[in-house]
C-alpha cells in the first residue's frame, strides 16, 4: 500500500508531547515524528503539507443518535427557535413547502432559546396554530417531551381520562384536560399518531449526515439507534448493508436498546455472533434509560425540584427491571451503559453496577451516560467503583439556566463534574446525544474548558473549578471515548500501530483564546486512512 505522510503541521499526540509528521501506511499510523525523520523514512510518500495547521485524533462521539440525526432532517428544523412564534412560523412555513404532508414532525426547541415573547413550553394549542387537520408532534431538545397537537390527540383518544403511564406523565391544564405535553414513557401512547418518514428516506438521507460528521472532524460514533430509532433488527440490517457496501465512513459502534429482557437474549444469542463486526462497525453495549431530562422536570432526583413542590422525577424503568438486565448483561460478558441525569437515577444505576461487581471491580467499564447530577459522596462513588461517565458538556449551555431554579447551589456545585473526576483519575468520555445537541464537537470542548454559554455567560464559567483544559477535553473526546468502548490500545491517539484517524483544525484549538474554540472547523477529516472530509 502507498504511504501518506502529514507534515509541517503541529500533532497532537498526548497531554504535553507534539510532533510535526505522521506517516499513514495503509488505515494504521506507520510513524510520528519531526519532519525530517518522516520525511527521510518515507522519500517516495504522497505529501500533505498542513501549512502549520494543528491535528488532533479523530472525534469519537461517545453517546448520540446518528440516524435519530438523519430523520431530523427531514423533519420541520425547530431547533434554534428563538420564540413559541417562530416555532409556529418555522411549521407553518413547512407544511406551506409541503402541502401533501399527512403529519408534522419536530426536535429540538427549548424554552432557554426563546428569547422574545412568554419563556414556556409549548401546549397543543400552539402547534393547533400550526394546523388542526393533521397530526403534529414536536420533540422538545432533550428528546423526553413531546407536544402534540389536538388532532393527534383526537386520533389517539387521549382525552380527561386517560389514565397515567409508568415511567411517563400526561401533562395537563388546571381544568385536568391533557395540555399536550406527554414525558418519557406517556409519548407511547401517541407513537404511531404521527407519520414518519419513510425507511428508504432516512436510510438515504444517513449518507448526507455521514458526510456532516466527517465536516465536523468526528471519526467515530457510538449510537444508540438499534431499539431507538427503529428495531434492533432493522437497525443492524441497515450498518451492515453500509459496511459490506464499504460506504460507512465513520465508524460506528452500536449502543443497543431492547423492549424486553427476551428480545436482548435474543441479540445475545445471534446478531451479538455475526463475524462481520470489526473495527469499522463493531458490536457495542446494552443501552438502558433510568430517567428523563432536566428541561423537562423528568430527571430523578432524591429531592423534589424547587420550582415544582412534590415533583422528583421519573423512573422510566424500575429498579428491579434494570436489576435483570444488568445480571443477564455480565453473565454474558457485556458492558452495560445507562441514561442517567438525576442524582436520584444516578444512586440508582450505581447501586445496580455494585450488584455485578467482581472482586470490587468493574471489569466491563460499565458507565453513566449524562451522569449530570451528582455530589461529592456519588462522585467519588463512581470513581471507587471505576464506572465511566459518557458526558455531554455542551448540555451546560441550558441546563445552567434551568438548574437555578430547579436544584440547590450545593448540588450544582458539584453536578457536571469534569474537573473532580479528572483530579479523582477517573478516565471520562465526552460526546453530543445528537440530535438533542449538533454533532459539531467543538461547542461542547468550549463548554467544558470555559463552562460559559454560548453566549460567554457567566463570566468567569459556571462553578469555574469543574473546568478542565483544551488537552484534557480533547482526551475525553478522543482517548477516553476509545477506552469506553475498549479500543484504546488501537484508537483515540496519534501514535505508530493506532488507526489512522485524525482532523486537520482551521486554528489551533490550543492556544486561540477559548472562547473562540466553539467556532473552530475542521479542513480536513482522515479515517481509516482515507480522507472523508
Known amino acids: 500500500m502507498s504511504v501518506t505522510v502529514l507534515h509541517n503541521a503541529k500533532i497532537y499526540v498526548e497531554k504535553g508531547v507534539f510532533a510535526e509528521a505522521c506517516a499513514i501506511d495503509g488505515n494504521r499510523f506507520a510513524e510520528v515524528g519531526t519532519d525530517a525523520e518522516v520525511l527521510a523514512h518515507y522519500p517516495d510518500a504522497k505529501i500533505i503539507d498542513c501549512e502549520g495547521k494543528?491535528?488532533?485524533?479523530?472525534?469519537?462521539?461517545?453517546?448520540c443518535h446518528i440516524f435519530m440525526v438523519a430523520q431530523n432532517m427531514l423533519y420541520v428544523q425547530i431547533m434554534?427557535?428563538?420564540?413559541?412564534?417562530?416555532?409556529?412560523?418555522?411549521g407553518k412555513d413547512f407544511l406551506a413547502a409541503h402541502p401533501d404532508a399527512k403529519g408534522l414532525r419536530g426536535m429540538g426547541w427549548n424554552v432557554v432559546d426563546f428569547i422574545e415573547g412568554e419563556q414556556r413550553d409549548l401546549t397543543r394549542y400552539d402547534l393547533d396554530k400550526i394546523s388542526t387537520d393533521i397530526p403534529i408532534s414536536f420533540n422538545r431538545?432533550?428528546?423526553?417531551?413531546?407536544v402534540f397537537n389536538s388532532k393527534a390527540l383526537e386520533l389517539a383518544g387521549i382525552d380527561e381520562n386517560t389514565p397515567q403511564v409508568d415511567g411517563g406523565l400526561i401533562g395537563k391544564f388546571s381544568d385536568g384536560t391533557p395540555n399536550?405535553?406527554?414525558?418519557?414513557?406517556?409519548?407511547?401512547?401517541?407513537?404511531?399518531?404521527?407519520?414518519?418518514?419513510?425507511?428508504?428516506?432516512?436510510?438515504?438521507?444517513?449518507?448526507?449526515?455521514?458526510?456532516?460528521?466527517?465536516?465536523?472532524?468526528?471519526?467515530?460514533?457510538?449510537?444508540?439507534?438499534?431499539?431507538?430509532?427503529?428495531?434492533?433488527?432493522?437497525?443492524?440490517?441497515?450498518i451492515h448493508d453500509y459496511h459490506d457496501a464499504g460506504e460507512l465512513i465513520v465508524r460506528y459502534h452500536s449502543q443497543n436498546s431492547f423492549e424486553s429482557i427476551d428480545e436482548f437474549k435474543s441479540y445475545l444469542e445471534g446478531e451479538r455472533n455475526d463475524p462481520r463486526y470489526d473495527d469499522i462497525f463493531s458490536a457495542g453495549p446494552l443501552k438502558l434509560f433510568k430517567d428523563?431530562?432536566?428541561?423537562?422536570?423528568?430527571?430523578?432526583?432524591?429531592?423534589?425540584?424547587?420550582?415544582?413542590?412534590?415533583?422528583?422525577?421519573?423512573?422510566?424503568?424500575?429498579?428491579?427491571?434494570?436489576?435483570?438486565?444488568?445480571?443477564?448483561?455480565?453473565?454474558?460478558?457485556?458492558?452495560?451503559?445507562?441514561?442517567?441525569?438525576?442524582?436520584?437515577?444516578?444512586?440508582?444505576?450505581?447501586?445496580?453496577?455494585?450488584?455485578?461487581?467482581?472482586?470490587?471491580?468493574?471489569?466491563?467499564?460499565?458507565?453513566?451516560?449524562?451522569?449530570?447530577?451528582?455530589?461529592?459522596?456519588?462522585?467519588?462513588?463512581?470513581?471507587?467503583?471505576?464506572?465511566?461517565?459518557?458526558?455531554?458538556?455542551?448540555?451546560?449551555?441550558?441546563?445552567?439556566?434551568?438548574?437555578?431554579?430547579?436544584i440547590t447551589p450545593e448540588l450544582a456545585s458539584t453536578s457536571n463534574a469534569y474537573g473532580s473526576?479528572?483530579?479523582l483519575g477517573q478516565i471520562q468520555s465526552f460526546g453530543t446525544d445528537s440530535p438533542v445537541e449538533d454533532l459539531n464537537p467543538f461547542p461542547c470542548i468550549y463548554s467544558a474548558v470555559t463552562r460559559c454559554d454560548k453566549?460567554?455567560?457567566?463570566?468567569?464559567?459556571?462553578?469555574?473549578?469543574?473546568?478542565?483544559?483544551?488537552?484534557?477535553?480533547?482526551?475525553?473526546y478522543t482517548y477516553g471515548s476509545a477506552y469506553a468502548q475498549f479500543m484504546e490500545d488501537r484508537k483515540g491517539r496519534i501514535k505508530p500501530g493506532y488507526l489512522?484517524?485524525?482532523?486537520?483544525?482551521?486554528?489551533?484549538?490550543?492556544?486561540?483564546?477559548?472562547?473562540?474554540?466553539?467556532?473552530?472547523?475542521?479542513?480536513?477529516?482522515?479515517?481509516?486512512?482515507?480522507?472523508?472530509?
Open 180 to 238: 399536550g405535553q406527554f414525558s418519557d414513557n406517556a409519548s407511547k401512547l401517541l407513537k404511531d399518531i404521527v407519520p414518519e418518514p419513510s425507511l428508504e428516506e432516512v436510510v438515504k438521507e444517513f449518507k448526507n449526515t455521514m458526510k456532516y460528521a466527517a465536516s465536523v472532524g468526528i471519526t467515530s460514533v457510538q449510537s444508540n439507534d438499534p431499539g431507538t430509532v427503529y428495531s434492533a433488527e432493522i437497525m443492524y440490517k441497515i
Open 141 to 146: 431538545a432533550c428528546g423526553h417531551m413531546v
Open 54 to 63: 494543528t491535528v488532533i485524533p479523530g472525534i469519537n462521539d461517545s453517546h
Open 292 to 406: 428523563g431530562s432536566i428541561g423537562g422536570r423528568s430527571a430523578l432526583l432524591r429531592e423534589e425540584y424547587l420550582d415544582d413542590p412534590g415533583n422528583i422525577g421519573l423512573s422510566v424503568h424500575s429498579d428491579e427491571e434494570l436489576d435483570a438486565y444488568c445480571k443477564l448483561a455480565d453473565e454474558n460478558g457485556l458492558q452495560v451503559v445507562c441514561h442517567c441525569i438525576g442524582d436520584g437515577a444516578v444512586q440508582s444505576l450505581i447501586e445496580r453496577y455494585e450488584k455485578i461487581m467482581h472482586d470490587g471491580h468493574n471489569p466491563h467499564r460499565n458507565g453513566i451516560i449524562h451522569c449530570q447530577l451528582t455530589d461529592m459522596p456519588m462522585i467519588e462513588r463512581i470513581v471507587k467503583d471505576e464506572i465511566i461517565p459518557m458526558e455531554q458538556p455542551i448540555f451546560l449551555d441550558s441546563d445552567m439556566h434551568a438548574l437555578e431554579t430547579r
Open 80 to 90: 434554534g427557535s428563538k420564540s413559541v412564534d417562530d416555532v409556529i412560523q418555522r
Open 500 to 533: 489512522a484517524d485524525l482532523t486537520v483544525l482551521d486554528r489551533d484549538i490550543f492556544t486561540i483564546d477559548p472562547m473562540d474554540i466553539r467556532n473552530i472547523k475542521p479542513v480536513m477529516t482522515i479515517m481509516d486512512g482515507k480522507v472523508t472530509f
Open 455 to 476: 453566549h460567554g455567560f457567566p463570566e468567569g464559567g459556571y462553578f469555574p473549578e469543574e473546568k478542565i483544559s483544551v488537552e484534557d477535553a480533547v482526551d475525553c
Open 421 to 423: 473526576y479528572l483530579r
